[in-house]
């Protein structure tokens, strides 16, 4: 969830972001100045992909909406809008909030001190959390939260139509497509995984120390086969990491049974992801990277061991949770060691006797009607019975069944004897929150730890791509220079006969012209030199036999054009105003890729916008790839040295 506030009077342009996960518990604070058509706005909310934005009622009223909320209309349609007070965005309670909830106060003073004037980061700040406490009945432990401030210093810039020209996350076409360079990189083991690979691909690094970092733990991953298993089996232990944290941090306002209930849950899961530790520790043992010699480091920390040792002192050893909710409703009852507490033994009693009825009064039922009757359970409905419909109907059924419904091909209902019999024993309920808060005290390393499976999770997907599909390491140079290159979306197509290209460019050449019939691959050349050098940047391997990149801190690309009706804008239009933002940001570290330019007006006027735009383009060093089929354009070659057709 996001909370966005722009500034007034002279301060307009000036945009403050708050943004929450609810499945992370991080806080992540923006703040930058953004352009009249905030592109840098829009691209933040693309990657960060939010299911609400919190605004400012001023700014969303119909009768005069602002630019900003027509920028965000316009290009996020899908995006849910809620509208709050203004006077809920203020800085000075953003702060105190911002103080009550931070994780390890003492040790972040000097990033307090540059908080305090990141005056529109605190207001969202404030309108966030007023907004998960009243509205989402949120509330947090305090001292909590992770909180990271992010600039876009180390980041590669693409806008929202660069990423959908290029297919990074979505298929154009079709949406329920796996051809998305996301889903061809997408073989991560848990959702911190997930959510960082898709992060890494909006937003790629231009860090080369980062990046060669990276790429030096998917080298050893291929180098070490011992390592990459033993890696992706320890993953698996924690593909719910993300919740755990979120459910530790959270704090429910409405008090319940199945909130309580919750709490042993996240212990029980926290047992088994922190037990999983030592098997994560030991893969790296050995290791040679700088990133899994750290990584080793973390993980030996005393505080995991501390944890474990906590919640071992009164769960069971071999308490773990399956995908049967009944079964696992038992194992609850049975997870909590029977000296942790003197009534449990009471209760436990109770609890089974409860279940024993249950499992009575169906052996009965079943006897009395002769019908395959069986009992389950179900977090919303409590203990249920069902029968198979197979040739019955719901009038033929006994008086005495309460609540038929027809639910994936049974009967499930209910008597009065059922009714109310959801039982849960309230002293372990209690004993896991003693549990949790002693676990409170060592959140930071859980902070850490889930990290550390994010970055390792992406990096064993690379290696396992590179593996399959023969990439090969990238190097990073001041000549872009790829041999026979392949676009990984394509060899991902069944029955597609793939075929290779070099791709060259350099300072003394670097403007290239690319021209030739239709449907002879113009696009999907242009398309792929984009991905091949995002996939470089974020430390993956690429499919080519030798491939040398320059760092970009920008990758514009326009590929197709269509008018928009919602702003009665033309396709030419259109095209000057993306062409307009190029020139207005482009440098020396850019990367341009333009797919036929100015085919929305007539011939010598679009020959004429084309050559002007390639004339202001080429005085700088950026790498631009041109496709085209205007003569006059391919004929630039003969008047400039850096042109290259």
């Not at 530790?277 to 893969?283: F, G, P, Q, S």
């Not at 290791?287 to 990584?295: D, G, H, Y």
């Given at each position: 969830i996001i909370a966005v506030i722009e500034g007034r009077g002279n301060a307009q342009g000036e945009v403050g972001l708050a943004c929450y996960d609810l499945n992370n518990s991080t806080l992540e604070l923006y703040q930058f100045s953004d352009c009249h058509t905030y592109s840098k706005l829009v691209t933040k909310l693309n990657i960060l992909n939010p299911a609400e934005v919190i605004m400012s009622n001023t700014v969303c009223e119909k009768e005069k909406l602002s630019s900003l909320?027509?920028?965000?209309?316009m290009h996020c349609s899908t995006l849910k809008i809620v509208s709050v007070n203004r006077k809920y965005f203020n800085d000075r309670k953003g702060f105190r909030i911002f103080i009550f909830n931070l994780l390890q106060l003492r040790k972040n003073a000097n990033f307090l001190f540059h908080a305090a004037?990141?005056?529109?980061?605190?207001?969202?700040?404030?309108?966030?959390?007023?907004?998960?406490?009243?509205?989402?009945?949120i509330t947090f432990v305090p001292s909590s939260i992770k909180v990271v401030y992010k600039t876009n210093e180390h980041s590669t810039m693409m806008d929202i139509t660069t990423t959908k020209n290029l297919e990074l996350i979505r298929n154009a076409n079709e949406q329920k497509s796996h051809l998305s360079l996301f889903n061809v990189l997408n073989n991560v083991k848990t959702q911190m995984g997930s959510k960082l690979l898709r992060s890494n691909i909006l937003e790629p690094s231009c860090d080369l120390q980062t990046i060669v970092e990276r790429l030096d733990m998917v080298d050893e991953l291929l180098n070490n086969s011992n390592m990459f298993y033993k890696i992706r089996n320890a993953l698996v232990y924690f593909s719910n990491i993300n919740h755990i944290l979120s459910s530790m941090v959270q704090k429910s306002s409405v008090a319940s049974l199945k909130v309580a209930e919750s709490k042993l849950t996240t212990l029980i899961n926290l047992k088994n992801a922190l037990e999983a530790?030592?098997?994560?520790?030991?893969?790296f043992e050995?290791?040679?990277?700088?990133?899994?010699?750290?990584?080793?480091r973390l993980l030996s920390h005393r505080c995991y061991t501390d944890m474990l040792e906590a919640i071992s002192s009164v769960v069971?050893?071999?308490?773990?949770?399956?995908?049967?909710?009944?079964?696992t409703k038992v194992q609850k009852g049975y997870a909590i060691k029977a000296e942790a507490n003197g009534l449990l033994d009471i209760s436990r009693r109770t609890y089974s006797e409860a279940i024993e009825d249950i499992n009575q009064l169906v052996v009965e039922l079943r006897e009395k009607y002769h019908l395959p009757i069986k009992s389950n359970y179900s977090l919303h409905k409590g203990f249920y019975l069902k029968i198979p419909v197979k040739n019955m109907s719901a009038c033929s059924l006994p008086n005495e069944f309460l609540k038929i419904m027809k639910f994936k091909g049974s009967f499930i209902f209910t008597t009065d004897q059922l009714v109310g019999r959801d039982f849960h024993i309230v002293v372990f309920i209690l004993i896991a929150d003693n549990v949790l808060a002693e676990v409170m005290k060592n959140i930071s390393g859980l902070y850490q730890l889930a990290e550390c499976v994010g970055i390792v999770d992406v990096v064993a997907s690379f290696a396992f791509n590179a593996i399959?599909?023969?990439?090969?390491?990238p190097v990073f140079t001041d000549t872009l220079a790829v041999k026979n290159s392949r676009h990984p979306i394509l060899e991902r197509m069944p029955h597609c006969h793939v075929i290779s290209n070099s791709i060259y460019a350099s300072e003394a050449n670097n403007f290239v012209i690319i021209s030739g019939p239709n449907m002879s691959g113009k696009s999907t050349y242009l398309s792929q030199i984009a991905i091949l050098q995002i996939m470089a940047q974020i430390g993956s391997y690429v499919p080519a036999e030798t491939a040398s990149f320059k760092l970009c801190k920008q990758i514009f690309s326009r590929i197709g054009y269509n008018n928009y009706i919602g702003t009665n804008s033309s396709m030419l239009f259109n095209e000057m105003k993306e062409m307009n933002y190029v020139v207005q940001n482009v440098n020396k570290c850019s990367m341009i890729?333009?797919?036929e330019l100015c085919k929305g007006t007539s011939l010598d006027e679009g020959v004429a916008l084309f050559l002007a735009f390639c004339e202001h383009i080429k005085n700088f060093q950026s790498f631009c790839f041109i496709a085209t089929h205007h003569e006059n354009v391919i004929q630039l070659e003969d008047y400039h040295s850096n042109f290259e057709k």
């Open positions: 909320i027509q920028q965000i209309s004037h990141l005056y529109y980061c605190l207001a969202a700040t404030n309108a966030l959390f007023k907004y998960l406490e009243f509205v989402r009945n530790v030592e098997l994560l520790k030991d893969a050995d290791s040679v990277s700088l990133l899994f010699q750290t990584f080793h069971e050893d071999n308490t773990h949770l399956t995908k049967n909710l009944f079964a399959r599909s023969d990439h090969i390491r890729i333009i797919d």
